[in-house]
């Protein structure tokens, strides 16, 4: 026997009908590529949304066609992103990052008809163009007045694209599960790999991520999404944050810590999220201008670890909470944040720190389990380390285009990241699986030697890998980056390492380097560092043999 409930299918645009509607004069503020900052509010957006579609619609763009988006955040990419929403064309988010060569790759892979950027990337477009043979026309994100001489094809401008419709149109119906949106794994291994987010995964993850343990965003919350709409789906705010009718503020294209103190403060932003490197640079500017923090009540930071010293610094100078997050494009992104169940939440000090270091528990619809390379489940102990692997109705099942599932026959999705979960849920990453160090049948952890590491005054960045070793299989290698104008030796980094970790963790020797290389996401890229190294002998390899 069937429900007698609503058949409402989650068609993600009617999460900006919702905004308009019950929080329609709710602000959105951007700081423009053109320079000044620019208010709106969410009764307009959904207005000139309208507009969009019904320009992409007279353009030909039909269900399931992508349309690509390279653009800072700003309310017209917000605008661009709903109004193809709405037509059921697919959002196909580029992340400028890349190198050009990688980006004319992807939207040749994913075929994408239309090119909707900012001023800052006609340059780079301009020149990959001839490659981009499916993109049929450019849309510049600014208005007549700012529109550059450029030779793209059928160039124009977005206020003028949009000016010459009204916005008298019906957004489309269809199935839940139709495509909404894409998004590029960075594919630091490999080709990149598209992701493929249907409307119904968009509109589940953002009620799961703002429920009160996870982002815990409300009407009340002014929200910053400092992370880009490129990064990871966003990590889902240009979706969560409208959905909850919050005030909205968007930093375009200046991400320094100056700018982003600016709206911080100017706008009284309570919630904000990017990744370590970006808060890095706030948290220099206010230790070099004596700034605080009063309005702000919660930074997210994920994307990679985020250091103890930040999450100490926001909480102890600055009042502000944080919550560790972990997540993947392939999960939409949200897999786990560390709010603290009340297990947790008497703990103090460093004993909080410890758990804060953690990336947290997983939300309703994100199942987990960490298995060994046979693919057993691993006790839930806070120590034994495995393969992370997730279920759920936001996580991916395959990739677009490639025939093979992404998934094994129970239906989990391997992360590539290795984690303990401890007696209460709570994850903590300890590696990426290929850069895990297997020592004698044993895993070390790249990351925990690196955490270690820069933990010496004199270090400024450290990286570790496995280096082939006759008797143990692999030993970790730790290549060090030194702060300006210091000098140190191996001794003294080993030195400070001791006692710290198991002996058998132990680098088998340190080489001092200038620079580490990183991905356009600023992780750091193990694969060409193995490569560097490739053949490196260690010099306890020499003494084994
Ligand atoms: P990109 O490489 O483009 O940034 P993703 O955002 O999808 O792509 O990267 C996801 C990966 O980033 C995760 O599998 C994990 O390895 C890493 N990651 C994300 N958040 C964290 C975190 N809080 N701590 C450690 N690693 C993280």
Redesign the pocket.
């Known amino acids: 026997m069937l429900g007698l409930m609503q058949d409402w299918p989650l068609l993600s645009y009617k999460i900006i009908d919702h905004a308009a509607i019950h929080h329609g004069t709710r602000k959105v503020i951007s700081r423009s590529v053109e320079g000044p900052i620019h208010t709106t509010t969410y009764a307009d957006i959904r207005a000139r949304s309208l507009k969009v579609a019904k320009r992409l619609d007279q353009e030909g763009i039909r269900l399931g066609d992508r349309v690509a988006t390279l653009a800072w955040n700003t309310w017209r990419h917000l605008e661009a992103w709903y109004g193809i929403l709405g037509i059921g064309a697919v959002y196909h988010t580029v992340?400028p990052r890349l190198f050009p060569d990688q980006i004319a790759w992807i939207v040749n892979h994913a075929e994408d008809r239309i090119m909707i950027t900012d001023l800052t990337f006609v340059p780079i477009l301009e020149k990959i163009a001839s490659k981009l043979a499916t993109i049929e026309r450019y849309v510049i994100l600014t208005d007549g007045a700012h529109m550059p001489q450029t030779s793209l094809k059928n160039a124009i401008a977005y206020e003028d694209w949009i000016g010459s419709v009204d916005g008298d149109f019906e957004w489309r119906f269809f199935d839940e599960n139709t495509a909404a949106g894409m998004c590029y794994?960075?594919g630091?291994t490999g080709n990149p790999k598209g992701v493929l987010y249907s409307h119904r995964s968009n509109v589940l993850h953002s009620l799961v991520a703002s429920a009160p343990d996870m982002l815990g965003i409300s009407s009340r919350d002014v929200v910053l999404p400092v992370v880009p709409m490129f990064?990871?789906n966003g990590w889902s705010l240009a979706l969560t944050t409208p959905m909850m009718g919050a005030t909205m503020v968007m930093p375009g294209a200046k991400l320094d810590g100056a700018s982003i103190y600016e709206l911080l403060n100017d706008f009284k932003v309570t919630v904000t999220a990017a990744?370590p490197t970006v808060w890095l640079m706030l948290l220099q500017f206010l230790e070099s201008s004596g700034s605080k923090l009063p309005y702000l009540k919660k930074v997210v930071?994920?994307?990679?670890?985020?250091p103890r010293a930040m999450t100490q610094k926001f909480q102890d100078n600055y009042g502000v909470e944080v919550m560790?997050?972990?997540?993947?494009?392939?999960?939409s992104?949200l897999?786990t944040v560390c709010t603290l169940k009340p297990d947790y939440a008497d703990l103090s000090g460093e004993a909080r720190l410890d758990i804060q270091q953690k990336?947290g528990h997983a939300p309703f619809g994100v199942e987990m389990k960490i298995t060994d390379d046979h693919g057993r489940e691993v006790p839930w102990d806070g120590k034994t380390f495995g393969r992370l692997k997730v279920r759920g109705p936001s996580v991916a099942r395959a990739y677009f285009k490639e025939a093979e599932s992404a998934i094994d026959k129970d239906g989990f999705f391997d992360?590539?990241?290795v984690a303990t979960m401890d007696p209460h849920g709570y994850m903590q990453?300890t590696d990426?699986s290929k850069d895990v160090i297997k020592s004698g049948g044993e895993w070390i952890s790249s990351?925990d030697l690196e955490n270690l590491a820069v933990g010496h005054p004199k270090v400024a960045e450290a990286a570790v890998i496995g280096v082939p070793h006759p008797k143990w299989d692999e030993r970790p290698l730790l290549v060090v980056v030194l702060k300006k104008e210091q000098t140190a030796t191996k001794d003294e980094i080993l030195a400070f390492m001791q006692g710290k970790i198991a002996k058998w963790w132990m680098p088998d020797d340190v080489v001092f380097v200038d620079e580490i290389p990183h991905?356009?996401?600023?992780?750091i890229q193990k694969m060409t560092l193995r490569d560097q190294f490739k053949g490196y002998i260690l010099p306890t390899a020499e003494a084994a043999e």
């Open positions: 992340n794994t960075s630091t990064h990871a990744v930071i994920g994307g990679s670890a985020c560790h997050a972990w997540g993947m494009t392939e999960m992104p897999g990336q992360t590539g990241d990453i990426r990351i991905t356009a996401t600023g992780k």
